[in-house]
Structure formats: C-alpha cells, structure tokens
C-alpha cells in the first residue's frame, strides 16, 4: 500500500475514535475569525484590488470572500493596506503611465456574496 493510503487511512481512524467537543469547536471557530479578520485588515493585495476594481469591490472581496468569516472595524474603513511600499489605493496622476486604450472594455469580475 502506498504511503500516502496509509497516511490518509490513519487519519481517518484517528478522526473516527475523537470524540467531538463543542467548547472546542467553538475555540477553533473563534480563532479562525481572529485569523480573518487580522489577515483581511491586513492583505498586502487589497491595495491592488483597490487600485484594479475600486476601494468598495476590493473591501466586499477581501471581507465577504476571501476572508468570510472576518468582522470588519470601522477604523479599517477608511485604509487600503499599501502594496508593495507604496500607500495602496490608485495611483496619484502623476504616478500613472499612458495606458492603451483597446474598443473592447474589459468586464468588473464580480463576487460571491460568501455570508448567508
């Protein structure tokens, strides 16, 4: 049998013979959320997203998607985290470079709302 069959069937017998626990569960729940939520305040490419597809669609992605389960201050509300040492957000007009302008635009993605 491969090592790998016999990793995965070893941790399937040790998820079968535990037990649940539900303060344990609620735990894991609660430092997942802290993990969220400190990981969206802080994702290097919410600048770009920002800079990409606007400062509203990169919060709802970041927040709603990416990390689901973060809570979102209202100190956070008003910061872009830089990207890249620069200060997030667009580019300042003079920062821009001339850009080629094609007849085809190009589609917002759009985002699954991830909360009920």
Do not use: C
């Amino acid at each position: 049998m491969p090592a790998f069959q016999r990793y995965v069937g070893a941790h399937v017998d040790m998820l079968r013979q535990t037990e649940p626990s539900v303060p344990q569960m609620d735990f894991v729940l609660d430092r997942q959320q802290a993990y969220d939520t400190y990981s969206a305040e802080r994702d290097p490419a919410t600048g770009l997203f920002a800079s990409m597809f606007g400062k509203e669609w990169a919060d709802q992605f970041v927040y709603n998607f990416l990390f689901s389960m973060s809570e979102k201050s209202e100190s956070d509300s008003t910061t872009v985290p830089a990207m890249g040492g620069g200060h997030g957000g667009p580019p300042s007009p003079s920062q821009q470079q001339p850009q080629q302008h094609s007849s085809r635009q190009q589609p917002q993605p759009e985002i699954a709302n991830a909360r009920p």
